[in-house]
C-alpha cells in the first residue's frame, strides 16, 4: 500500500496507509490536508511543489509513483515536466545549493520518472526538457553529469525497444490479415494445419501462450491505464508525444484476447469429422486448464470465451462426445457472478503463491486483463477527482496507484518457459474465421436446427457469394 511522504516543513516523517480509519486526526499544513498522518487531498499546486526535491527533503518513493501516475488526469506530462523544470531553476537562483546538495536528488527523481514512465519521453519536447535539466542539474558537477547521461542512454534504449515491439506487432498483424482464400470455405481450408499438428502437448501450448502474454504485458506503460479516461488533450493532432496513440500497447493486449479467442473457435468449426472437432475440444479445455496452474489467467479466459462462442456452442452433436466435467469446474472458476467472485479468489490465491514464490515459474500471475482495466475505470468514474474546494482527491490517486502497481509486479516477471518459435509463429500469425465465417463453418458442421438457424444460414451464404464476387 502507498505510504504518505514526509513533508517539506521539517516536522518528523513518518508512514501511514494512504486511506481513512474512523474518526481520526485531520490536519493542514498550507494546501495539504493529512488524516492520521496520511496525505489526503491538496491543491495542484502543492503537490508539483511537493515532488520537486530541496536541500534537505526528498519525495517518497510510493508519492512519487502516486503523483506521476495520476497526474495526466489534470495535466500533461510536459506541463508538469515544465513546472519542475521552472522549481529547479528557481531554487538554483535563489542560491539553494543546487550543484552540491540537489542535483543527486534531481536526478533521482528523473531516474525514478524515466524508468518508470519512460513513454512520456516519446515526446520530443520532453526529451528537450530532459536535456535543459541535464544542463542545469548536472554543470559543474561530474557525478550527476555522468548518472544523467547514464539515464538517458537507458531510457533510449527502453524507447528503441518499444518501437522495434511495436513494428514487431503491426508486421504479425498484417501476415494474419493476409487470409488465403482457402479460408473462406472449410471444406477448402483442409489442407491448412491445425493446432494439434503443430502442438499435442497442452502443458507446452500453456507455456508458449503465457511467453506471449508476458511478452506483451512488459510493454503497456502503467499511465496507459490512467491516459485511457485522462483529459483529452486540444492539441491531440498535433506533433510530438500526442501524435502517437497513448494506450496503444493496452489495445494491442486486448486485441491478442480477442484473437485467441477466435482463433480457438476458429481450430473447433474448421474440421470436418465431428470426432476431430470433439478431440480439439478436449485438448483446449487440458489447455486452459494448464493456464490455471499456471498463473496465466488472460489466456484461460480467452479459451473460454471462445469456446463460448456460439458458432461452437451450437455444436451439440460435437460436445456430446466430450467430457466437461474440467470445463464446467474451468467455467464456475471464471464465472462472472458476484463480480467475478470465484476469479478473484482464485487471482488472491496466486497472487500469494507468487510473493512467497522459490522460482520464476510460481511468480507468475497474469490477470484477466480486460477485468483488471474495468476495476481501474470504475475506480476512477466512481470516485471524484477533485473535491469541493478545488483540492485533489489524494485518497483516489492512492488506491489507482496500489491497482496500477500490483500490475507492475506481475508484468516483470521474466518468463521461465523454453520457447517454441513454430508454436508461437502459428498462435500470432494463423489466419482465423470472422464472425460470420465461424458461424458458416459451424452450419456445415452441423446444420441449421431451427428456422432462425436456417435464416442465418442463408443471409451469411449470400453475404460471403456477394464478397467472393468482389473480390
Given at each position: 500500500?502507498?505510504?504518505?511522504?514526509?513533508?517539506?516543513?521539517?516536522?518528523?516523517?513518518?508512514?501511514?496507509?494512504?486511506?481513512?480509519?474512523?474518526?481520526?486526526?485531520?490536519?493542514?499544513?498550507?494546501?495539504?490536508?493529512?488524516?492520521?498522518?496520511?496525505?489526503?487531498?491538496?491543491?495542484?499546486?502543492?503537490?508539483?511543489?511537493?515532488?520537486?526535491?530541496?536541500?534537505?527533503?526528498?519525495?517518497?518513493?510510493?508519492?512519487?509513483?502516486?503523483?506521476?501516475?495520476?497526474?495526466?488526469?489534470?495535466?500533461?506530462?510536459?506541463?508538469?515536466?515544465?513546472?519542475?523544470?521552472?522549481?529547479?531553476?528557481?531554487?538554483?537562483?535563489?542560491?539553494?545549493?543546487?550543484?552540491?546538495?540537489?542535483?543527486?536528488?534531481?536526478?533521482?527523481?528523473?531516474?525514478?520518472?524515466?524508468?518508470?514512465?519512460?513513454?512520456?519521453?516519446?515526446d520530443e519536447r520532453m526529451m528537450r526538457c530532459l536535456?535543459?535539466?541535464?544542463?542545469?542539474?548536472?554543470?559543474?558537477?561530474?557525478?550527476?553529469?555522468?548518472?544523467?547521461?547514464?539515464?538517458?542512454?537507458?531510457?533510449?534504449?527502453?524507447?528503441?525497444?518499444?518501437?522495434?515491439?511495436?513494428?514487431?506487432?503491426?508486421?504479425?498483424?498484417?501476415?494474419?490479415?493476409?487470409?488465403?482464400?482457402?479460408?473462406?470455405?472449410?471444406?477448402?481450408?483442409?489442407?491448412?494445419?491445425?493446432?494439434?499438428?503443430?502442438?499435442?502437448?497442452?502443458?507446452?501450448?500453456?507455456?508458449?501462450?503465457?511467453?506471449?502474454?508476458?511478452?506483451?504485458?512488459?510493454?503497456?506503460?502503467?499511465?496507459?491505464?490512467?491516459?485511457?479516461?485522462?483529459?483529452?488533450?486540444?492539441?491531440?493532432?498535433?506533433?510530438?508525444?500526442?501524435?502517437?496513440?497513448?494506450?496503444?500497447?493496452?489495445?494491442?493486449?486486448?486485441?491478442?484476447?480477442?484473437?485467441?479467442?477466435?482463433?480457438?473457435?476458429?481450430?473447433?468449426?474448421?474440421?470436418?469429422?465431428?470426432?476431430?472437432?470433439?478431440?480439439?475440444?478436449?485438448?483446449?479445455?487440458?489447455?486452459?486448464?494448464?493456464?490455471?496452474?499456471?498463473?496465466?489467467?488472460?489466456?484461460?479466459?480467452?479459451?473460454?470465451?471462445?469456446?463460448?462462442?456460439?458458432?461452437?456452442?451450437?455444436?451439440?452433436?460435437?460436445?456430446?462426445?466430450?467430457?466437461?466435467?474440467?470445463?464446467?469446474?474451468?467455467?464456475?472458476?471464471?464465472?462472472?457472478?458476484?463480480?467475478?467472485?470465484?476469479?478473484?479468489?482464485?487471482?488472491?490465491?496466486?497472487?500469494?503463491?507468487?510473493?512467497?514464490?522459490?522460482?520464476?515459474?510460481?511468480?507468475?500471475?497474469?490477470?484477466?486483463?480486460?477485468?483488471?482495466?474495468?476495476?481501474?475505470?470504475?475506480?476512477?468514474?466512481?470516485?471524484?477527482?477533485?473535491?469541493?474546494?478545488?483540492?485533489?482527491?489524494?485518497?483516489?490517486?492512492?488506491?489507482?496507484?496500489?491497482?496500477?502497481?500490483?500490475?507492475?509486479?506481475?508484468?516483470?516477471?521474466?518468463?521461465?518457459?523454453?520457447?517454441?518459435?513454430?508454436i508461437l509463429q502459428y498462435?500470432?500469425?494463423?489466419?482465423?474465421?470472422?464472425?460470420?465465417?465461424?458461424?458458416?463453418?459451424?452450419?456445415?458442421?452441423?446444420?441449421?436446427?431451427?428456422?432462425?438457424?436456417?435464416?442465418?444460414?442463408?443471409?451469411?451464404?449470400?453475404?460471403?457469394?456477394?464478397?467472393?464476387?468482389?473480390?
Amino acid at each position: 500500500t502507498p505510504k504518505k511522504p514526509p513533508r517539506k516543513t521539517g516536522e518528523s516523517s513518518f508512514l501511514a496507509n494512504a486511506r481513512l480509519y474512523g474518526h481520526g486526526i485531520t490536519a493542514s499544513y498550507g494546501e495539504m490536508c493529512y488524516h492520521d498522518n496520511s496525505l489526503v487531498s491538496a491543491s495542484l499546486e502543492a503537490l508539483i511543489q511537493h515532488l520537486v526535491p530541496t536541500v534537505d527533503y526528498y519525495p517518497d518513493r510510493s508519492y512519487v509513483f502516486t503523483f506521476l501516475l495520476s497526474s495526466r488526469l489534470f495535466l500533461h506530462p510536459y506541463e508538469l515536466m515544465t513546472r519542475v523544470c521552472h522549481l529547479c531553476v528557481e531554487q538554483q537562483r535563489s542560491g539553494d545549493g543546487i550543484q552540491n546538495h540537489v542535483a543527486p536528488k534531481l536526478v533521482q527523481l528523473l531516474t525514478e520518472w524515466t524508468e518508470t514512465f519512460p513513454y512520456d519521453f516519446r515526446d520530443e519536447r520532453m526529451m528537450r526538457c530532459l536535456k535543459d535539466m541535464t544542463h542545469h542539474v548536472a554543470r559543474g558537477d561530474e557525478y550527476s553529469w555522468r548518472a544523467m547521461q547514464q539515464m538517458t542512454q537507458r531510457l533510449i534504449k527502453r524507447l528503441s525497444a518499444l518501437g522495434q515491439y511495436e513494428e514487431a506487432v503491426a508486421a504479425l498483424n498484417t501476415v494474419a490479415m493476409e487470409r488465403p482464400a482457402s479460408l473462406k470455405s472449410k471444406q477448402a481450408s483442409g489442407q491448412r494445419s491445425d493446432v494439434l499438428s503443430v502442438c499435442d502437448d497442452p502443458f507446452v501450448l500453456a507455456q508458449q501462450l503465457t511467453h506471449i502474454e508476458l511478452d506483451r504485458l512488459s510493454f503497456i506503460g502503467p499511465e496507459e491505464f490512467i491516459q485511457t479516461f485522462a483529459m483529452k488533450d486540444p492539441l491531440e493532432n498535433h506533433k510530438g508525444f500526442f501524435r502517437k496513440r497513448k494506450t496503444s500497447n493496452l489495445e494491442a493486449y486486448v486485441s491478442w484476447f480477442n484473437r485467441l479467442s477466435y482463433l480457438v473457435a476458429t481450430e473447433i468449426c474448421m474440421p470436418v469429422k465431428k470426432k476431430h472437432r470433439a478431440r480439439i475440444i478436449e485438448f483446449f479445455i487440458d489447455v486452459a486448464q494448464e493456464c490455471f496452474n499456471i498463473g496465466n489467467f488472460n489466456s484461460l479466459m480467452a479459451i473460454i470465451t471462445g469456446m463460448n462462442m456460439s458458432p461452437v456452442a451450437r455444436l451439440k452433436k460435437t460436445w456430446s462426445k466430450v467430457n466437461t466435467d474440467k470445463f464446467e469446474i474451468l467455467e464456475h472458476q471464471m464465472d462472472p457472478s458476484s463480480n467475478f467472485s470465484n476469479y478473484r479468489t482464485a487471482l488472491r490465491g496466486a497472487t500469494q503463491r507468487s510473493e512467497t514464490a522459490h522460482s520464476s515459474q510460481e511468480k507468475i500471475v497474469i490477470p484477466f486483463f480486460s477485468l483488471l482495466i474495468k476495476d481501474i475505470y470504475f475506480l476512477n468514474e466512481g470516485c471524484a477527482s477533485r473535491l469541493p474546494n478545488g483540492h485533489i482527491n489524494f485518497e483516489k490517486l492512492w488506491e489507482l496507484a496500489k491497482q496500477v502497481s500490483e500490475f507492475l509486479v506481475w508484468r516483470q516477471v521474466i518468463c521461465p518457459f523454453d520457447r517454441d518459435r513454430r508454436i508461437l509463429q502459428y498462435l500470432v500469425t494463423t489466419p482465423i474465421f470472422s464472425e460470420d465465417e465461424l458461424h458458416l463453418a459451424s452450419y456445415e458442421s452441423e446444420g441449421p436446427e431451427n428456422n432462425m438457424e436456417k435464416d442465418s444460414r442463408r443471409s451469411l451464404s449470400c453475404s460471403s457469394l456477394l464478397s467472393n464476387v468482389n473480390i
